[in-house]
T-cell receptor
Framework: EAGVAQSPRYKIIEKRQSVAFWCNPI?????LYWYQQILGQGPKLLIQ????????DSQLPKDRFSAERLKGVDSTLKIQPAKLEDSAVYLC???????????????FGQGTRLTVV | GNSVTQMEGPVTLSEEAFLTINCTYT??????LFWYVQYPGEGLQLLLK???ADDKGSNKGFEATYRKETTSFHLEKGSVQVSDSAVYFC??????????WGAGTKLIIKP
């Protein structure tokens, strides 16, 4: 079974530029998550999709971050304009259930390491 | 509120040493608890979990017991290997099913 695919693996941009990340979840998984992981910290949930609808985006900085999941499969996360503090690893995860209940596991991609200079 | 506190790293051990990584939590109700592992250059993987008090999760020689009385979920392994070098994250699940993460503990095993 193929895992969660993310691209690119690495990206370096200047502040105020824009950047987009792509995620292809495991086939058939209805739930997709985007996390931001700053060095030395645990992952922070940015947005959670159920199929192509947003379940939770309460921690997404909506003035500069946007995400979409057209057709309930692939997803893109965009930052425009980027700030220095956006430097982090952006992780995508998917799950076949909407929630982390006792029998659910989230599968993570390798992440995209963003450096804003 | 809900939170997870892990011991700070890095933790450096020699091969075959005994490992303990401490994790304590604060939460309302009875959350499920998880340990995730992140190997160098890879994504997060679920290592083990426990869903109720006194449950013991185990995988790959690692164990953790859900201790309600001490609100702890410490990760242990009797004999570590170089291949165990990674970052370990303790996490709990909230009532709205979001994961709350610890800051992670980097483990370095020297041959």
């Amino acid at each position: 079974e193929a895992g969660v695919a993310q691209s690119p693996r690495y990206k370096i941009i200047e502040k105020r530029q824009s950047v987009a990340f792509w995620c292809n979840p495991i086939s058939g998984h209805a739930t997709l998550y985007w996390y931001q992981q700053i060095l030395g910290q645990g992952p922070k949930l940015l947005i959670q999709f159920q199929n192509n609808g947003v379940v939770d985006d309460s921690q997404l900085p909506k003035d500069r971050f946007s995400a979409e999941r057209l057709k309930g499969v692939d997803s893109t996360l965009k930052i425009q304009p980027a700030k220095l503090e956006d430097s982090a690893v952006y992780l995508c995860a998917s799950s076949h259930r909407q929630v982390f209940d006792q029998n659910t596991e989230a599968f993570f991609g390798q992440g995209t390491r963003l450096t804003v200079v | 509120g809900n939170s997870v506190t892990q011991m700070e790293g890095p933790v450096t051990l020699s091969e075959e040493a005994f490992l303990t990584i401490n994790c304590t939590y604060t939460a309302t109700g009875y959350p499920s608890l998880f340990w995730y592992v992140q190997y160098p250059g890879e994504g997060l993987q679920l290592l083990l979990k426990a869903t109720k008090a006194d449950d013991k999760g185990s995988n790959k020689g690692f164990e953790a017991t859900y201790r309600k009385e001490t609100t702890s979920f410490h990760l242990e392994k009797g004999s570590v290997q170089v291949s165990d070098s990674a970052v370990y994250f303790c996490a709990l699940i909230r009532s709205n099913y979001q994961l709350i993460w610890g800051a992670g503990t980097k483990l370095i095993i020297k041959p």
